[in-house]
Nanobody
């Protein structure tokens, strides 16, 4: 059974930093492309960052230069380092794993099969 568990969310002031983690279990983590998505109240869930099995990364324009995605295959863990946080970054953040096939559009929800429960990030001005 695939399980993704996020942690590391919290409340910070604008300009602060947070590091999200996603612990994966129940599948061969190394073989799957992974992503982080955010969902603000009343908005669609959207892709923030993704990393494939070759460690190639993709970022949404809104977070380029501020967020960094990484993965530790030995620990089956995905990370999202969030720096220079803005109030508009406030959202629930979800970790996701693709199905194992080729991912053509890494920031699109439909590319991902497995999802965590999310961790809340709140940035105050």
């Amino acid at each position: 059974q695939v399980q993704l568990v996020e942690s590391g969310g919290g409340s910070v002031q604008a300009g602060g930093s947070l590091r999200l983690s996603c612990a994966a279990s129940g599948y061969t983590y190394n073989n799957y492309d992974m992503g982080w998505f955010s969902q603000a109240p009343g908005k669609e869930r959207e892709g923030v960052a993704a990393i494939d099995t070759y460690l190639i990364t993709t970022y949404a324009d809104s977070v380029k230069g501020r967020f960094s995605i990484s993965r530790d295959n030995a620990k089956n863990t995905l990370y999202l380092q969030m720096n220079s946080l803005k109030p508009e970054d406030t959202a629930m953040y979800y970790c996701a794993a693709a199905s194992g096939g080729r991912v053509w559009r890494p920031l699109q929800r439909y590319e991902y099969l497995y999802w965590g429960q999310g961790t809340q990030v709140t940035v105050s001005s």
